[in-house]
């Protein structure tokens, strides 16, 4: 069973600089698990690494789709899959490193049958959210399926919403989150997540984000703009949509970027829960000893 290391916690907590610190010391290469990053020409508002950071230690599995194009956990995990083989025939140790949940866990446990997304029921419960309330759309899964409401925030209109097409499509959320708890392992990984404090983690944040706008991610947004001026932009990684509402004038520039600093420490929060789920994650408080954890890694190969 082929060793790796993933590193993985909350955004803004990170993870690429501890993955190339890591692979320099071990001899390793980087793989991409952030849902984000693979998109080609998305690049300061997913805080891709840079060309500095990808010099210092090979990445994999960045800017591998378009905007728009269909990326899953199931065609993640093939993808990577194929990186760690690559990686590890060369005599290297692979570092997956990244914040997206399933894509880790489709990786490490594989992928367990669910329904199907269904676009058309998708928008009538975003509809009924928008004109309800999301707790009244939190309450209908209660109904349904309590176990998984009791583990879904009723503000989470994504995992709600997820939770009522699974079981819209015959199966109990409930139900297909204890088989993956069951699932084998594919690897035999060394897991652990950052944890810094909640205050310094959304300082960074909103910190990260306020040099985003500054520093290019009008540029794309403008770009964005143009490639789908009058036809229906595709789903975009965070502050990409507010991004281009201030490019076009229709949201000013500060409200722009406050609305995201929003979005992004909610999008922590729930990283955090996910990964607390996890079995076999160890949460590491920086600053983290990396000669330690590279012994860890290349104890036992």
């Known amino acids: 069973m082929t060793r790796l290391c993933v ?14 610190a890591l692979a320099r010391r071990v001899g390793g290469e980087v793989v991409n698990a952030d849902s984000q990053q693979v998109y080609r020409g998305l690049d300061v508002g997913t805080a891709k690494p840079t060309p500095e950071e990808r010099e210092a230690a090979p990445h994999h599995l960045l800017d591998v789709a378009s905007p728009g194009e269909g990326m899953d956990a199931v065609r993640f995990a093939a993808l990577a899959d194929a990186a760690i083989a690559d990686i590890a025939a060369r005599g290297r140790v692979p570092i997956v490193a990244g914040g997206t949940g399933l894509y880790l866990r489709a990786l490490l446990h594989g992928v367990v049958a669910a329904p199907g997304r269904d676009p058309a029921l998708r928008a009538r419960l975003e509809e009924e959210a928008a004109r309800m309330g999301r707790p009244a759309l939190h309450a209908r899964l209660a109904a349904v399926d309590p176990a998984a409401a009791a583990r879904i925030r009723p503000n989470d209109l994504v995992r709600i919403v997820r939770a009522l097409e ?12 204890a088989e993956h708890a069951f699932q084998p392992d594919r690897y035999d990984a060394v897991l652990v997540a950052l944890d810094p404090p909640r205050p310094e983690l959304h300082a960074r944040i909103d910190a990260r984000v306020r040099e985003m706008f500054a520093g290019g991610l009008l540029d794309e947004a403008r770009a964005l703009r143009a490639r789908f001026a009058g036809a229906p932009v595709p789903k975009l990684p965070i502050g990409y949509l507010e991004a281009i509402a201030a490019v076009e004038g229709t949201l000013p520039l500060e409200e722009a970027i406050r609305r995201v600093q929003v979005a992004h420490r909610r999008y922590a929060r729930r990283q955090v829960v996910w990964f607390r789920a996890e079995r076999g994650v160890e949460w590491l408080a920086p600053p983290v000893d990396v000669d330690a954890l590279a012994r860890r890694v290349v104890g036992n190969r």
């Open 7 to 20: 590193v993985a916690g909350p955004t803004a907590s990170g993870k690429t600089s501890l993955a190339i």
């Open 166 to 177: 699974i079981a819209a499509g015959g199966k109990l959320p409930s139900a297909l989150h």
